[in-house]
T-cell receptor, first 121, second 113 residues
Framework: GAVVSQHPSRVICKSGTSVKIECRSLDFQATTMFWYRQFPKKSLMLMATSNEGSKATYEQGVEKDKFLINHASLTLSTLTVTSAHPEDSSFYICSAITHWTGREGSNQPQHFGDGTRLSIL | AQSVAQPEDQVNVAEGNPLTVKCTYS??????LFWYVQYPNRGLQFLLKYITGDNLVKGSYGFEAEFNKSQTSFHLKKPSALVSDSALYFCAVRVSGYSTLTFGKGTMLLVSP
């Protein structure tokens, strides 16, 4: 159980293109989803937290107009990298959790997708 | 603020030997601690967690971790390493209630045949 599907797994595109990455929780309802960025041999950097039906909360330094996040349903969140440039090339990983608020939420592990390797030429 | 330290960038161990991957944390309040493993070009897989109760937590693939409150540590251990255990390991922490999961920088585990 607790499977998170992320698609696509790899994207190669030209500079200026907008790229959409999907994150789906397959067998549970994800009240909260997280988007991370990972640089080579580095830890995960939290970009934003999204709750179903509301606006995402972005971490300091992350451009919300550059990285558009939509969490329209309890099983789907999308990250759109708008007008991507080579410096946006990275490994993007989503994760999902249910029952985020309160003690029960803190007990639950986050479940991660397999990531998306984005390469901007 | 909460933080996690993984002091070793890399741990090398021979197959069959015990392994330890170190993690220390700093939080205000009671910590909820997690270990994740990441294989190349993959997302993170949950290994185990400590919420409350026994200090020794058993998880997936024969891994276990010991919570030590006085030393604020949560080291990952396995009695006998396998070559297939070679991967990047992340320790993470959050506190009860509303807070973000904070990850350590990761430790690369290399198990040689």
């Amino acid at each position: 159980g607790a499977v998170v599907s992320q698609h696509p797994s790899r994207v190669i595109c030209k500079s200026g293109t907008s790229v959409k990455i999907e994150c789906r929780s397959l067998d549970f309802q994800a009240t909260t989803m997280f988007w991370y960025r990972q640089f080579p041999k580095k830890s995960l950097m939290l970009m934003a937290t999204s709750n179903e039906g509301s606006k995402a909360t972005y971490e300091q330094g992350v451009e919300k107009d550059k990285f558009l996040i939509n969490h329209a349903s309890l099983t789907l969140s999308t990250l759109t990298v708008t007008s991507a440039h080579p410096e946006d090339s990275s490994f993007y990983i989503c994760s999902a959790i249910t029952h985020w608020t309160g003690r029960e939420g803190s007990n639950q592990p986050q479940h991660f997708g397999d990531g998306t390797r984005l390469s901007i030429l | 603020a909460q933080s996690v330290a993984q002091p070793e960038d890399q741990v090398n161990v021979a197959e069959g030997n015990p392994l330890t991957v170190k993690c220390t944390y700093s939080v205000s309040g009671n910590p909820y601690l997690f270990w994740y493993v990441q294989y190349p070009n993959r997302g993170l897989q949950f290994l185990l967690k400590y919420i409350t109760g026994d200090n020794l937590v058993k998880g997936s693939y024969g891994f276990e971790a010991e919570f030590n409150k006085s030393q604020t540590s949560f080291h990952l251990k396995k009695p006998s390493a396998l070559v297939s255990d070679s991967a990047l390991y992340f320790c993470a922490v959050r506190v009860s209630g509303y807070s973000t999961l904070t990850f350590g920088k990761g430790t690369m585990l290399l198990v040689s045949p």
